[in-house]
């Protein structure tokens, strides 16, 4: 059993930052790879990016990349995103997941654990 929660989110004028972290319980957080998902009022969740459990390869959604930056920690169990020049489009719910599977990084379904979720919300 994984228990993960996120915290950093808040709310912060357009093109500013933001860092989310993203807290793992237990000591195998370096078995799973790790992934932040989003979901904005009336849409479906929407991947962000993911990281590997090692932490030397990432993949990011197009929205966002060259904007974001995943990260972990192992030794702290825990995994950030780094978000800067936020526009009002990133407003979501930012859900913190973590994975051992062959599945797409990409999707829901293959991630086995999840978070409470952190409101991020970005004024204009």
């Known amino acids: 059993q994984v228990q993960l929660v996120e915290s950093g989110g808040g709310l912060v004028q357009a093109g500013g930052s933001l860092k989310l972290s993203c807290a793992a319980s237990g000591r195998t957080f370096s078995a799973y790879g790790m992934g932040w998902f989003r979901q904005a009022p009336g849409k479906e969740r929407e991947f962000v990016a993911a990281?590997?459990?090692?932490?030397?390869?990432?993949h990011y959604a197009d929205t966002v990349k060259g904007r974001f930056t995943i990260s972990r920690d192992n030794a702290k169990n825990t995994m950030y995103l780094q978000m800067n020049s936020l526009k009002p489009e990133d407003t979501a719910v930012y859900y913190c997941?973590?994975?051992?599977?062959?599945?797409?990084?990409?999707?829901?379904?293959?991630?086995?654990?999840w978070g409470q979720g952190t409101q991020v919300t970005v004024s204009s």
């Open positions: 990281v590997s459990r090692s932490g030397g390869a990432t």
């Open positions: 997941a973590a994975r051992n599977s062959i599945l797409a990084v990409t999707i829901t379904q293959g991630y086995n654990y």
